[in-house]
């Protein structure tokens, strides 16, 4: 088996000797040669050609490189946006303490409207006429039968009672 191997690869050998002796052609000129054929495919899937058959117009647009960015531009921006948060933060922290103390305040407000409430409710309950009338009869005091009249006091007669 080993032998059949090393004649099939000479006799490989010699046709790949011969082909190579005969087959030297000389360079084709280059309208006869074939077009070479672009990888790339359209959508129909045929071969897009290199030269399009026609001259193209170079393009007018300049092409700009991307412009970087410094990273003092970057370290600025990010510097800004650390100040807006802090502040942001430093908003809704004292947004909630007011809020906290206008709570507070509203409980305190509610227990005095209450207080006073109470406080009415008892000055009514003491100046009702049928406590005042047990009241008075349990001092033994009338009611007046004629209407109260005024008169008037003289300065100097009060003047000479405080001094005596």
Do not use: C
């Not at 026609?54 to 650390?82: D, E």
């Not at 047990?134 to 009611?143: I, R």
């Amino acid at each position: 088996m080993a032998r059949k191997l090393a004649s099939d690869m000479t006799e490989l050998l010699a046709r790949a000797d011969a082909d190579t002796k005969n087959t030297r052609a000389k360079p084709q000129p280059v309208a006869q040669r074939a077009p070479e054929q672009d990888a790339r495919r359209i959508y129909s899937g045929d071969v897009k050609p290199k030269n399009p058959g026609y001259a193209a117009r170079p393009s007018n647009k300049k092409i700009t490189p991307k412009k970087r960015r410094s990273t003092f531009s970057i370290i600025s921006v990010l510097f800004f946006a650390a100040i807006a948060i802090v502040l942001y933060i430093g908003n809704i922290l004292i947004v909630n303490e007011l809020v906290v103390d206008v709570h507070r305040l509203r409980t305190k407000y509610d227990t005095i409207v209450n207080e006073n409430n109470v406080l009415k409710s008892e000055i009514n309950r003491k100046s009702a006429w049928e406590r005042v009338s047990d009241k008075a009869k349990d001092l033994g005091l009338a009611h007046a039968r004629e209407a109260a009249q005024s008169f008037d006091v003289d300065e100097e007669k009060l003047e000479e009672f405080r001094e005596k």
